[in-house]
């Protein structure tokens, strides 16, 4: 364990360490490339003066709120398209078709319909997760080998029951990745948003990067990115990474 | 020590199969999987369907199960029309059809929790009895991926042995194991089946598993599903699936399913 970590450590610590080499070199300009101490005094910077604090809370809230609501809507119509043909031939269609439009495509209709807002960002977010949710927990569902509902069945489980304590859990892997995509589409989603939907409702971390660019603030830009990756990176390891090893456990999948 | 069961009145019917016919539909199918096929099951009697895939053995068993209803013909269990699964009538499948998602306790309650007016301690109690009936106790904890396939096999035994059916359904359910797990199984079912006088429905495709375990063998031959021919095996308990007593059996019955398997083909 300590080894691991070492060893991911020494990794970002000799990556930093190129970059200041580069940086040395002097074959960009310091505008383009900033040395990873000017990055690290905007973040502090930023940090201290609060806008950094204030953007990650205003883009992670929107963020979840978002997420939350794909989750809410995509997981039972998923379910839906799994258990009916007719439900299968028209949302789920629908879903497949709409999953791959990329969920900028959404912005221009978010503006025109709720105008700068909130509620068009939340609709772009929403937009942008739903449809790879659906398709993932419709798959999850689907791939449950049919002998653990006959097993249930000659139990007597049957309808609710059925679904609630075989068809669920056992589609529980595949809805956990499928959420996983998720967040990452909700991610995606929700920085195109920021970009275009300027609101004074609340200033984005995407915000934040938008304004590094038109300032020409180069550590601006490349912390506020750091910041993004980070986020992505903390949401992984602490909400999926330990369900995701539950399972693994339960399983016997489990990647030593 | 010997004990020789007919289907006679002397025993009360558990099952009754009254022609029964079934087809399947596929779009570019349509197949008879049983044939005018009538059976009485007598209560606490151990009785093995052999034949080759494809013969209807299954389907027998999901009907009897209420998994499926027959096309044709009536399936009765203790004199009433079977219309649904139930839990007097419980499967066991030839793959563990344990769920991955709970533990091996948790999988022997599965069944014990649909059983209405049981408590949770009861339902605990008949779990732990069950698993220690066929040696898992100690596993009870554990995930069902970290036990052995005979092991699985077991837990699987005990899940459909906890809501206490008076009827069980087994579909090859040691098909998938080796020779020596095999033969500790039939000594464990034996020993259950003597025990809590179950009425046993084993479906098969191994003649000399079926010898050692049921007191009456049916030969089914497929295409469609048909029942030709049935033996009684009055051999003592517990039985040795190496005794020669039972080679005898199962030489006469294999000559008898290859005569007419072979002229199937053939004709």
Redesign the interface.
């Given at each position: 364990m300590i080894a691991r970590w070492a060893v991911a450590s020494l990794f970002f610590v000799c990556l930093i360490g190129i970059w200041q080499l580069v940086f040395n070199t002097q074959i960009w300009s310091p505008l383009l490339l900033p040395s990873p101490s000017s990055v690290m005094l905007y973040l502090w910077s930023a940090v201290e003066d609060g806008t950094l604090w204030e953007a990650t809370l205003v883009t992670v809230r929107r963020l979840l709120l978002g997420y939350g609501l794909g989750i809410l809507i995509g997981l039972p119509l998923g379910l839906l398209t799994a258990s009916f043909r007719w439900s299968q031939d028209t949302i789920g269609v629908l879903a497949l078709g709409l999953q791959t439009l990329p969920s900028v495509c959404w912005v221009p209709l978010a503006l025109l319909w709720f105008g700068q807002t909130e509620a068009a960002m939340l609709f772009v977010v929403v937009m942008g997760t739903l449809w790879s949710l659906i398709i993932a927990t419709d798959t999850g569902v689907r791939t449950i080998p049919p002998i653990y509902s006959r097993a249930a069945r000659s139990m007597g489980s049957s309808g609710f029951h059925t679904w609630t304590h075989v068809k669920l859990p056992a589609a529980l892997p595949f809805l956990l990745s499928g959420m996983k995509q998720g967040w990452a589409f909700a991610w995606r989603s929700l920085m195109a948003a920021e970009i275009y939907v300027t609101i004074l409702t609340g200033f984005g971390l995407r915000h934040l990067l938008h304004y590094g660019r038109e300032l020409n603030a180069m550590d601006q830009v490349i912390g506020v990115m750091l910041v993004i990756v980070l986020i992505g990176l903390a949401v992984d390891k602490t909400l999926f990474a330990p369900v995701e090893r539950l399972l693994h456990r339960r399983w016997g999948t489990a990647r030593q | 020590m010997e004990r020789l069961v007919s289907s006679t009145d002397a025993v009360p019917t558990k099952l009754v199969l009254e022609h029964v016919s079934k087809w399947f539909r596929t779009s570019s199918l349509h197949v008879q999987a049983l044939d005018d096929v009538t059976l009485r099951i007598a209560d606490g009697e151990f009785v093995c369907l052999v034949g080759p895939s494809g013969c209807g053995k299954s389907t027998l068993l999901n009907l009897i199960?209420g998994?499926d209803r027959p096309d044709r013909g009536t399936v009765q269990g203790d004199g009433q029309t079977i219309s649904g699964?139930?839990?007097h009538?419980?499967?066991m499948?030839q793959?563990a059809?344990l769920?991955?998602?709970?533990t091996v306790l948790g999988n022997v309650l599965?069944?014990l929790k649909?059983?209405k007016g049981l408590r949770a301690s009861e339902c605990r109690e008949k779990a732990e009895y069950f698993l220690e009936l066929v040696g898992l106790k100690r596993f009870m904890h554990s995930?069902?991926?970290?036990l052995s396939g005979g092991m699985r096999q077991r837990v699987a035994l005990a899940?459909s042995l906890a809501?206490n059916p008076s009827v069980l359904?087994m579909d090859e359910p040691f098909g998938a194991l080796d020779a020596l797990t095999r033969e500790q199984l039939y000594g464990d079912i034996q020993r259950i089946w003597s025990q809590h006088r179950k009425t046993i429905v084993f479906v098969t495709h191994n003649v000399r598993e079926a010898v050692c375990l049921g007191d009456r063998v049916i030969l089914f031959s497929p295409n469609p599903g048909r029942i030709r021919e049935e033996f009684s095996i009055p051999l003592p308990r517990p039985r040795d699936i190496n005794s020669v007593d039972l080679a005898r059996y199962s030489t006469e019955i294999t000559r008898v399913l290859k005569s007419y398997v072979h002229s199937e083909v053939a004709g």
């Open positions: - | 199960a998994l699964p139930g839990p009538r419980l499967m499948f793959e059809a769920f991955p998602w709970l599965f069944g649909l059983v995930n069902v991926h970290e899940r809501p359904l």
